[in-house]
């Protein structure tokens, strides 16, 4: 069965700082994983996913995310913060191998940006 | 702005009343999912249709009935419901997996959010 774990209720920065969302995920095949941001009474904005290749994955509105197989972790990342990015971050995985087409959320973070 | 429209916005209903919520998307996906969100929470799968066929159902109550009538558009009928079901009801499509041009990711509308009183 897959999973994603988010262990941060919340993350505080100021703004001008580097920002991280943690996330650690399991799957039984090759992880399909996901950022999503969803701003209050919103939908979900699709930031950035990795599949395969390059570790490193730039997204939408300067987030990057690093694949770590080894540490089974896909954390999101800015080197500077904006107070815009105050938002509820949720990390995803979606197993490519299976015909159920599942994806599962995490328990999401909430972000705040202190000017 | 999203390629997937979902309507209405907001949903007064009272326990007794029939109502739908519906979904389209032009985006040529032939996979569409409904989603549920409780406030502060992550969403949580109800149904997923995959080439306008119900491939998933995560054990969601006979009060809400999907239908999927073609490959744009996605319906949630919703009869006798609970105030515990009041949420945020997302709509989302994506290519189904296996699918060459797959990328993966979901792609939600707005979302309606639904009042039972």
């Known amino acids: 069965a897959q999973s994603v774990a988010q262990p941060e209720d919340q993350v505080n920065v100021a703004e001008g700082n580097p920002l991280t969302v943690k996330c650690t995920y399991s799957?039984?095949?090759?992880?399909?994983l996901f950022w999503y941001v969803q701003y209050p009474n919103r939908g979900l904005q699709f930031l950035l996913k990795y599949i395969t290749g390059d570790n490193l994955v730039k997204g939408s509105y300067g987030f990057e995310a690093e694949f770590n197989k080894s540490q089974t972790s896909f954390h999101l990342k800015k080197p500077s913060a904006l107070v815009s990015d105050s938002a509820l971050y949720f990390c995803a995985v979606r197993d490519m191998g299976s015909s159920a087409s599942k994806i599962i959320f995490g328990s999401g973070t909430r972000l705040s940006i202190r000017p | 702005d999203t390629e997937v429209t979902q309507t209405p916005k907001h949903l007064v209903m009272g326990m007794t009343n029939k109502k739908s919520l519906k979904c389209e998307q032009h985006m040529g996906h032939r996979a569409m999912y409904w989603y549920k969100q409780k406030a502060k929470k992550p969403p949580e799968l109800m149904f997923v249709y995959s080439y306008e066929k119900l491939s998933i159902n995560e054990s969601v109550p006979s009060r809400f009935s999907p239908e999927c009538p073609n490959s744009s558009l996605l319906n949630l009928h919703l009869h006798a419901l609970q105030p515990e079901d009041s949420a945020l009801y997302l709509c989302?499509?994506?290519?189904?997996?296996?699918?060459?041009?797959?990328?993966?990711?979901?792609?939600f509308g707005e979302g309606s959010r639904l009042t039972v009183l």
């Open positions: 989302a499509s994506s290519q189904p997996p296996r699918v060459t041009t797959n990328t993966g990711e979901l792609f």
């Open positions: 799957v039984s095949g090759n992880p399909y």
